[in-house]
């Protein structure tokens, strides 16, 4: 037999011995996460905290509910962060991935319902910052150190909600919304929500590295 016969022979074997195997564990984890995903889209916790009006030494008509401050908050970046330190940012890319396949061309699984007129909504840049949030934060996880920790949520979280602002404004500028209408939807949807956002991040993201360490062994 020739050379020239055999090296294709050969090329061929090692294309079938490189084919890309993905175990059963790992797909049935990313479905899980996917899962889990959708599931804190339509998680509304009512935060509250004590505050100090403004007007506290001017209006004599305060109440126990001045005091009080109540915002909704919904877990879906913190949740994007601990997928990112369970399962690394290829994997969590990955779900990522699936879940906007799902939303955009199958389920409605958006807050706002689905499908491709999703990317006309104000809040999509959010979703869509997901991918390279992941890809910064997961990058930043390498060691799991505590300083490791802290510049992936930073890093995460920042990345989601800058993206996200800007898709916005973008939208706005299209849609012709005013100016008051941009600054009340950032103040919305951004502004004190950051503080939460980071504070579950970084508390799942260091949960997230114990249960990456029961799992390395298995997501080979």
């Not at 090692?14 to 990313?30: A, E, M």
């Not at 908050?73 to 699936?98: K, N, Y």
Request: include cysteine; hydrophobic fraction near 55%; glycine fraction near 8%.
């Amino acid at each position: 037999m020739s050379e020239e016969v055999l090296i294709p022979k050969m090329t061929r074997i090692d294309k079938k011995k490189r084919k890309i195997k993905i175990p059963l564990i790992n797909f049935v984890i990313i479905i899980f996460c996917t899962l889990l995903i959708i599931a804190s889209t339509f998680i509304n916790i009512n935060l509250k905290h004590y505050i100090i009006p403004l007007d506290l030494f001017t209006n004599k008509n305060l109440s126990m509910e001045n005091f009080v401050f109540a915002i909704p908050f919904i877990p879906q970046i913190p949740i994007i962060m601990f997928i990112c330190s369970i399962l690394g940012r290829r994997m969590a890319l990955t779900s990522v991935l699936l879940y906007l396949i799902i939303g955009l061309f199958f389920v409605p699984v958006f807050a706002l319902g689905g499908g491709i007129r999703y990317f006309g909504e104000y809040g999509f840049g959010y979703i869509l910052a997901y991918i390279p949030a992941l890809l910064i934060a997961g990058k930043l996880l390498d060691k799991y150190s505590f300083l490791d920790i802290i510049k992936a949520t930073l890093a995460g979280v920042f990345t989601i909600h800058i993206c996200g602002i800007l898709y916005m404004i973008i939208i706005a500028l299209i849609k012709q919304a005013g100016g008051m209408f941009i600054w009340g939807w950032i103040t919305a949807q951004s502004g004190l929500k950051i503080v939460y956002d980071l504070i579950a991040s970084f508390v799942l993201i260091l949960i997230g590295k114990y249960i990456h360490e029961g799992l390395k062994f298995i997501l080979k």
